[in-house]
């Protein structure tokens, strides 16, 4: 007799491809895809963070249950997710090939151990047990979950954890489309960018004048007319992980693109300050309308281009003819043709002007 577990699972499974192919935007994807595990993977709590797919960096995040609306620990919860040492934390699964973890299973019961439990989920939200997930297609991470359950309630269990690094590669594609369902990547004339730094306690202590409006533009749910723009879970892992990089490489740059609720593209870039009047560990943050090059291979990707595919359309986008195409990548010119042909059936257009116009127009 098959397991009531087992048909919930593949009910959900069904839920979950139907909905990755329903053409939602991706706030709304996220949305249902929560409601449709919590039957097969109940959950006191969640959150669900977009990932930018070159870099593995948060680029966005959505929180539910009782605690989605406290923004008090967003700033540490970041900080250690990306700058303690931590084999559970996202950047590490990624590394590590891991689709799921259960940090019961993890810890062997001792959740207390992960920097991020100890430190802000135990205490501050009474989590007794947390399911990781991450949500990659073939060659690019697009997603990253985690489901929480106090410690009055039992632990997750390994048929949860498999559950959910099963469905790894259907909610990717969901994100993926979730992304194309809006394309705004024309930024507005003029627009100045924001310069935020960030001292080694983890405050901003300067802001540029227009670093409030872009802020605004980072979050994805409704704020009060009255409340401050807020500083999300990415900033400070983008802070985080930019202190990492730079003991790797002094001169290193981080970035994390984002794409907004209203459908435009913003970039932030993150490195650690270095001259006779910074301290030890300020960190600068820039946040721009991205210009259209710079989102250019994240959406070619997110329709699902394979490397060499991106490679011809980009260089399409960037006006080379097919000859020029050829030999930059030595190929034929028959081979190139082949490419396109594929590249306009997987974006959904028909010649290269209708190629163009997807990409860097409005949608």
């Not at 406290?70 to 559970?88: N, S």
């Not at 690094?165 to 979730?178: E, K, L, M, Y």
Request: aromatic letters at 6%.
């Amino acid at each position: 007799m098959v397991s009531a577990m087992r048909i919930a699972a593949q009910r959900a499974r069904r839920e979950l491809e139907l909905l990755a192919r329903a053409g939602l935007d991706l706030a709304s994807f996220v949305d249902e895809v929560m409601s449709a595990l919590q039957p097969v993977v109940p959950s006191a709590g969640s959150c669900f963070a977009t990932l930018d797919p070159a870099t593995g960096l948060i680029s966005g995040s959505f929180k539910y249950g009782p605690h989605a609306a406290d923004r008090r620990y967003d700033a540490a919860w970041g900080l250690i997710e990306f700058g303690e040492p931590d084999e559970t934390s996202f950047h590490r699964l990624l590394e590590r090939g891991v689709d799921a973890v259960s940090m019961s299973v993890e810890t062997d019961g001792q959740v207390h151990r992960s920097p991020r439990l100890g430190a802000v989920l135990i205490p501050a939200f009474g989590v007794g047990d947390e399911l990781r997930a991450i949500c990659r297609d073939r060659t690019s991470p697009w997603g990253a979950l985690s489901l929480f359950r106090p410690q009055k309630d039992i632990a997750f269990s390994v048929a949860e954890t498999c559950f959910m690094a099963s469905v790894s590669g259907v909610i990717a594609h969901g994100v993926r489309q979730g992304i194309l369902r809006q394309r705004a990547v024309t930024p507005p004339s003029a627009s100045a960018p924001a310069v935020l730094i960030v001292d080694a306690r983890g405050e901003v202590h300067l802001r540029s004048a227009h670093a409030e409006g872009l802020l605004a533009l980072l979050e994805w749910r409704e704020r009060p007319h009255s409340a401050p723009a807020t500083f999300p879970p990415l900033f400070w892992t983008l802070v985080a992980a930019a202190r990492v990089h730079a003991q790797q490489d002094p001169q290193s740059s981080t970035h994390t693109r984002v794409r907004t609720a209203q459908g435009g593209w913003l970039v932030l870039h993150a490195a650690p300050l270095h001259g006779p009047d910074s301290r030890p560990g300020d960190v600068a943050v820039t946040i721009t309308h991205a210009r259209a090059p710079e989102v250019m291979s994240l959406l070619l990707a997110a329709s699902g281009l394979t490397d060499r595919e991106c490679q011809v359309a980009e260089l399409v986008l960037r006006g080379a003819s097919t000859k020029e195409i050829a030999a930059t990548l030595c190929l034929s010119p028959y081979t190139v043709q082949d490419h396109l042909k594929v590249v306009f059936g997987k974006v959904g257009v028909r010649s290269r002007r209708e190629l163009i116009s997807r990409i860097y127009v409005t949608g």
